[in-house]
């Protein structure tokens, strides 16, 4: 068990305190702290987690230095999602230049990286025997948190519609609203981390509801469904994975414009740019 050595002094009665006892009395003292630190760890691990309200997080908003919902590229992101992590005087990285005709995998490799839950989620759908364009889904599902993580199915979903297939669209867009629900016959739960990053009292707004009742009557359901699936079990810090494991399906499966994307006029083209150049001031 490893000790903190201030708490250790300060429960010893401070440096002087200390200074003045002999080396059985500092044995016993040590002995008696250790022992209240275990008792104590074996209490926080019986009592049950505590999540916040939806009040609660509100009421935190105005002591962060950011908004949430903000893209992964353009402010340093704290090592666990949605944690309060204190990101101040964290500078963000000089990002790689981008090749002139950009491909997917070079936003993979300059933009995403490290992108290891897309990997990882494509990776799992591929070793559960899901189709191609259901890979291409978990490994496309979350790059619009790159821009934007409010509604990043949405912008993921309008990131690549140009260049996959509407099942593939389809499947991106709809496994945010998906996510908040079960669904017993594939064993999805709702995620428990949901509590702490919307509260324990969340409901999903309207537009949530009515997106998992559409999704849940289509064709394609069990395409985003499967997103949601492979999207929940797949953060293993321990599996590391290339993006050159993906290159035959998107090859399959992926449209890559000749201009490179951002240069081919398509209606997202400038959403791509962005994520080619954010440190540009307009």
Excluded at 65 to 74: A, N
Excluded at 275 to 280: Q, R, T, V
Aim: contains cysteine; aromatic residues 10%.
């Amino acid at each position: 068990m490893e000790v903190d050595r201030n708490a250790l002094i300060q429960g010893m009665g401070g440096e002087e305190a200390v200074a003045k006892m002999d080396h059985e009395q500092r044995a016993d003292a040590l002995e008696d702290f250790m022992s209240g630190e275990l008792d104590a760890a074996i209490l926080a691990r019986k009592a049950p987690k505590r999540y916040p309200t939806v009040a609660e997080l509100q009421e935190k908003i105005e002591t962060r230095d950011h908004r949430r919902g903000i893209g992964k590229l353009f402010r340093p992101i704290p090592s666990r999602i949605g944690s309060d992590e204190d990101m101040s005087g964290v500078m963000v990285k000089r990002l790689t230049p981008m090749p002139q005709r950009p491909s997917l995998e070079d936003f993979f490799e300059h933009r995403f990286a490290p992108a290891g839950h897309l990997l990882q989620s494509a990776a799992l759908a591929k070793k559960n025997a899901a189709s191609e364009e259901v890979i291409l889904a978990c490994l496309l599902h979350d790059i619009g948190n790159s821009l934007i993580k409010s509604d990043h199915g949405y912008w993921g979903a309008q990131l690549i519609e140009p260049y996959v297939s509407e099942k593939v669209t389809f499947a991106v867009r709809y496994h945010q609203a998906l996510r908040f629900f079960a669904d017993t016959s594939v064993n999805y739960e709702y995620p428990k981390r949901y509590y702490e990053l919307f509260g324990i009292d969340y409901v999903p707004p309207p537009y949530i509801q009515a997106a998992h009742d559409y999704a849940r009557n289509h064709k394609w359901y069990m395409e985003a469904r499967l997103v949601t699936l492979n999207d929940y079990y797949a953060f293993d810090p321990n599996v590391e994975l290339s993006i050159d494991e993906f290159r035959d399906i998107i090859g399959r499966h992926f449209k890559q414009p000749k201009e490179g994307l951002g240069y081919d006029q398509t209606p997202v083209s400038h959403m791509w740019r962005a994520m080619i150049n954010p440190d540009s001031p307009l």
